[in-house]
Nanobody, 115 residues
Framework: QVQLVESGGGLVQPGGSLRLSCAAS????????MGWYRQAPGKQRELVAI???????NYADSVKGRFTISRDNARNTVYLQMNNLKPEDTAVYYC?????????WGQGTQVTVSS
């Protein structure tokens, strides 16, 4: 099992930046996959960025070139650096970890992009 705690959300103007953090309660070194999803009001939860099979990464097309996922194994933490934020990035962002066939979720952190 693993507990995930997100932080770093908030209100930012279009074009601004935020960095989200996801702290895990155990080592993330051997976790099958770990990353970020988001859910906007009235929409389904969608993948934003994720580590798979070690250091391989996948990004949603809508965030490529603007968002960067990174990890610090020593701190058991995964980050999401979000640059050039747009109003359509407004959503609750969830940290996700997959251990074998089980999915774990954090409580979510709100990101609002608005002028």
């Amino acid at each position: 099992q693993v507990q995930l705690v997100e932080s770093g959300g908030g209100l930012v103007q279009p074009g601004g930046s935020l960095r989200l953090s996801c702290a895990a309660s155990r080592s993330i070194f051997s976790i099958t996959a770990m990353g970020w999803y988001r859910q906007a009001p009235g929409k389904q939860r969608e993948l934003v960025a994720i580590f798979t099979s070690g250091s391989n990464t996948n990004y949603a097309d809508s965030v490529k070139g603007r968002f960067t996922i990174s990890r610090d194994n020593a701190r058991n933490t995964v980050y999401l650096q979000m640059n050039n934020l747009k109003p359509e990035d407004t959503a609750v962002y969830y940290c996700n970890a997959q251990i074998l066939l089980t999915q774990y979720w954090g409580q979510g952190t709100q990101v609002t992009v608005s002028s």
